[in-house]
C-alpha cells in the first residue's frame, strides 16, 4: 500500500508542480501580451519555452529539493509521461480558452506545454535529490 501511495503522491506531485509553473506562466504571459503584437518564429518560441521551463524546475528546487519519488525507474517514468500530461492538460486549456473568445497564447497549444514541462521535468530529473 505505501509503494502505491508513493507512486501516486509523487507522480501527481510532480505534474502539480509543472501544471502550476506553467499556469502562472500562462497567465503572466497573458497579461504581457498585449503589447508585443509581432510573433517571433515557431522555432524561436519553442526553445524559449523549453528554457521557461527549465528555469522555472531550476526555481522549483529552491522550493521543493527533492524529488517526489524515491525510485528511479518511477522518476524516468514520470520524467517522460507528466510532459505529455501537461501538454495535453494546456491544449485543453487552450481549447476552453478559444471556445470563450479568449486570446490563445502558443503555451496554449500541445507543443508548446509540452516543451515547457519537458524543460521542467528534465531539470527536476537531473538535479533533484532523489528524497
Do not use: C
Request: charged share 15%; proline share 5%.
Amino acid at each position: 500500500m505505501e509503494v502505491i501511495f508513493e507512486i501516486l503522491f509523487g507522480f501527481f506531485g510532480e505534474l502539480v508542480l509543472q501544471l502550476v509553473g506553467e499556469i502562472l506562466l500562462e497567465i503572466g504571459l497573458h497579461s504581457l501580451a498585449e503589447p508585443f503584437r509581432k510573433k517571433p518564429s515557431p522555432w524561436l518560441a519553442a526553445m524559449a519555452y523549453a528554457l521557461f521551463g527549465a528555469a522555472i524546475g531550476g526555481l522549483s528546487l529552491l522550493v521543493f529539493p527533492d524529488y517526489l519519488m524515491a525510485n528511479k525507474s518511477l522518476r524516468v517514468a514520470n520524467t517522460a509521461l507528466s510532459p505529455i500530461v501537461a501538454g495535453l492538460s494546456m491544449a485543453a486549456i487552450g481549447k476552453w480558452r478559444a471556445q470563450r473568445g479568449q486570446a490563445v497564447l502558443r503555451i496554449d497549444k500541445f507543443a508548446y506545454g509540452y516543451l515547457f514541462a519537458l524543460g521542467f521535468a528534465l531539470v527536476r530529473f537531473w538535479f533533484a535529490s532523489p528524497g
